[in-house]
């Protein structure tokens, strides 16, 4: 056998796959448009941004100091104050989920806050507990300032003496917009989701129908059989990066500070690891139904989940640390960000290039390894 | 028209026959009930929003009294965990960018004699922002460490805003999460297996056997969809009783209501499911249908961030997404203790979801031969 043969019957695996691929329409839709609309619902879509919090002010002391203590929640974006005057009704509020928190101004507040001790009550709904964290955040911010402003025009002196006061900085994000780390996961999500979708049925499909067997009759060798159904779905992943990338930079505006080469190939080698994956599960469980249960658990939800992309590995237990970075999402997901937001941070690019491509080497191997000449 | 007794007893026949093809797999039972136990234990653990542990580098230029009290404080929360101490701020990059520290802290050497001097001495914090929930999440905790610094030097302020939460007082992330997983998780699952559940008879061409039979579309509908309910039930109650019992969040709401909610949603996620089985003609086709809907069902869902945060138009989307209306349900009345008339407006579009889908797909039946 020569090195030609093996050139010429991958060429022509290569032409079947695609084909067969082509002619069923959705393979295309799912490999090109889902890319679209997930691109579409992460950059408008999620965000973290808390913006008109619903707040229902209960003014029992309706006195000039009062008003002017709580004026900082009228014109803010991200505080949609309503005006009460009984508690009860605030407290239905929150029960029907018509007004996130409470804030509770006590009928003789006028009095303790000349006094030096004035005292508000806020009640959040912590049933989303980020968002309750947010909206205490910006209420708090809020009165502050508004008794600042108090404090300048009546020359009162609420901060006296030695403080300490933070100048705080946000290395790379600084806004803090949540749109510039939710759009470089998106190209690990699609990116896994294309692997887990597309390559999973291919191998199972064709052990079911039985034209796998067909194949062994013929010189065609596993790897030539693995390469090939491999091809087709690069050119539709490589579409699909290509999408990502100039959605991120011209839609999103998320600043690209690594250099693009590196994000393109850093990128190429985890969709093969990804393809290579879905083939693999494909190869392992012989079964269409087995297939695609296994790729929606094992690609889907951990590369959501437990990949860094929302959720931060910092926080979690040791051991869940350890299955993560089992999963190739993670060393993706941690290098994409960088580049991103960060820039060419050598170490971690050669040490995460260097996992996926053992990745993609052993799961390669592994799926030849499955399609041995061997009946059952 | 056959008897009452008799359709039942084709229906139950059906039934049998759809379990027996899903479970007789020891493969496929292990797929369909393993992963609903692991996933909740590591998604239970790892889907957390609450920092724990803070790594932080200090410069401390200033090297006084003031600013080791102020250290000892951030090390005594339990929380930040200081990785490195640098000698100049050329160093501070190398922190940041390594994500060996997730924050640094300076002290500027004027710190002390200001705080001494009776004046504002400033605190410089640097973050890393790759991550914006977890940046914001670090400053709120340095904030409340300084906050506490602050006071213990005499300035009481003169407004104090006592907060509290309800239904979750330690605003723990998990708390929010957990419930909305006994709809997902189980939902993700149960939709590809209605999905896949015809797709296979067609592509086995045993789809076509079932409709010269006695069964009408409605018997088969009924057939098809009941088992795939019952697997999305148990698997919800996998998920509940890890919630409960081993992560012990403790449930406000009744057990009934929240049954209820997941039967009409359940219903209303194998509905879509059939539809899609009865439109595909192979399984190829299923699984990558319901993989199309299925990642923007769970993007708008809620599920990681609030509905309404989305722009308008998005969330009147959701209002075809029966996993947005599952997951505000068992949140609802598992952690608010939410009563029928409170949640009453997340049955609706379940149920006209159900009874859109699940008609469709039986007309589907029939008239999707070619």
Not at chain 1, 202 to 212: K, Q, S, V
């Amino acid at each position: 056998m020569s090195g030609d043969g093996f050139t010429r019957r991958l060429v022509a695996l290569t032409r079947k796959e695609t084909r067969q691929m082509l002619r069923d329409r959705s393979n295309l839709v799912v490999g090109l448009l889902l890319p679209l609309v997930l691109i579409l619902l992460f950059g408008y879509g999620l965000s973290f941004d808390v913006k008109h919090a619903r707040i229902a002010v209960v003014l029992e002391d309706s006195s000039p100091a009062t008003l002017n203590a709580v004026a900082g929640l009228i014109g803010s974006q991200y505080l949609d104050p309503t005006w009460l005057h009984s508690m009860p009704q605030a407290e239905a509020m929150i029960r029907a989920g018509e007004a996130d928190a409470i804030l509770r101004v006590p009928n003789e507040f006028t009095h303790d806050l000349a006094a030096g001790n004035g005292r508000l009550q806020l009640i959040l709904n912590g049933v989303d507990s980020t968002t309750a964290q947010t909206i205490e955040g910006y209420a708090t911010g809020a009165i502050a300032n508004a008794l600042e402003h108090l404090a300048d025009r009546q020359d009162i002196r609420f901060q006296s003496g030695a403080s300490v006061g933070i100048v705080q900085r946000i290395w790379f994000n600084e806004a803090a917009t949540s749109t510039w780390f939710l759009v470089p996961g998106l190209i690990v999500l699609v990116t896994t989701l294309i692997g887990a979708f597309l390559t999973s049925l291919l191998i199972a499909r064709e052990w079911e129908r039985g034209t796998l067997e067909a194949l062994f009759v013929t010189p065609v060798r596993p790897m030539e059989l693995t390469l090939a159904k491999l091809v087709p779905y690069m050119v539709i992943g490589t579409i699909d990066l290509a999408m990502c990338l100039l959605a991120a930079k011209f839609l999103f505006h998320v600043p690209m500070r690594g250099s693009l080469s590196v994000i393109v190939v850093a990128s190429l080698l985890y969709l093969l690891v990804s393809l290579a994956m879905g083939l693999w599960i494909s190869g392992i469980t012989r079964s269409q139904f087995a297939a695609s249960q296994v790729a929606l658990l094992v690609s889907f939800l951990p590369a959501i989940m437990l990949s860094g992309f929302v959720f931060d590995l910092r926080n979690v237990p040791a051991v869940i640390r350890w299955v993560s970075q089992l999963l190739p999402a993670t060393h993706f997901m941690s290098l994409i960000k960088t580049l991103f937001m960060a820039g060419n941070y050598w170490p971690a690019i050669v040490q995460s290039c260097a996992i996926l491509a053992a990745y993609a080497a052993v799961l390669i191997w592994a799926t030849q390894r499955t399609l041995a000449k061997r009946l059952d | 028209m056959p008897s009452p007794i008799a359709y039942l007893s084709q229906i139950l026949s059906l039934i049998r026959k759809e379990t027996l093809a899903i479970l007789k797999d020891p493969a496929s039972r292990t797929l369909l009930f393993a992963p609903a136990l692991i996933q909740s234990l590591l998604f239970g653990y790892g889907a957390t929003y609450d920092l724990t542990h803070v790594p932080y580098a200090v410069l401390d230029q200033s090297r006084s009294e003031a600013s080791d009290d102020l250290l000892a404080r951030l090390d005594g929360t339990g929380v930040f965990e200081r990785v490195a101490t640098l000698d100049h701020s050329g160093q501070i990059a190398g922190q940041i960018d390594s994500e060996a520290a997730l924050l640094v802290i300076v002290f500027p050497d004027d710190f002390a004699p200001r705080l001494a001097a009776g004046g504002q001495a400033p605190l410089q914090v640097i973050l890393d922002g790759r991550n914006s929930s977890t940046a914001g999440a670090a400053a709120a905790q340095v904030s409340a460490v300084v906050a506490a610094f602050n006071a213990k030097l005499g300035n009481p302020a003169p407004l104090t805003i006592v907060s509290r939460a309800w239904f979750n007082p330690n605003y723990e992330s998990r708390w929010n999460l957990m419930p909305a997983l006994i709809a997902t998780l189980s939902m993700l699952q149960t939709l590809l297996l209605a999905a896949l559940s015809v797709a296979r008879e067609r592509e086995q061409g045993t789809f076509d056997q079932l409709l010269v039979t006695p069964l009408t579309p409605s018997q088969i509908l009924i057939g098809k969809a009941l088992p795939s309910i019952m697997i999305g039930l148990v698997q919800s109650t996998i998920i509940f009783l890890i919630i409960r019992f081993w992560f012990q969040i403790p449930m406000n709401g009744s057990v009934w209501l929240m049954y209820l909610g997941l039967i009409s949603f359940t219903t209303a996620a194998v509905g879509i499911g059939l539809s899609i089985s009865a439109v595909a003609l192979t399984m190829q086709q299923a699984m990558l249908y319901t993989f199309l809907i299925m990642m923007p069902m769970m993007l708008l869902s809620g599920l990681l961030t609030p509905v309404r945060n989305m722009p308008e138009i998005l969330q009147i989307a959701t209002y075809v997404n029966p996993l947005r209306f599952g997951i505000d349900l068992v949140r609802r009345v598992y952690l608010e203790g939410a009563v029928l008339a409170d949640i009453a407006h997340d049955f609706i579009p379940l149920l006209a979801m159900a009874a859109v889908t699940l008609p469709l797909a039986g007309w589907l039946f029939r008239h999707r031969l070619n």
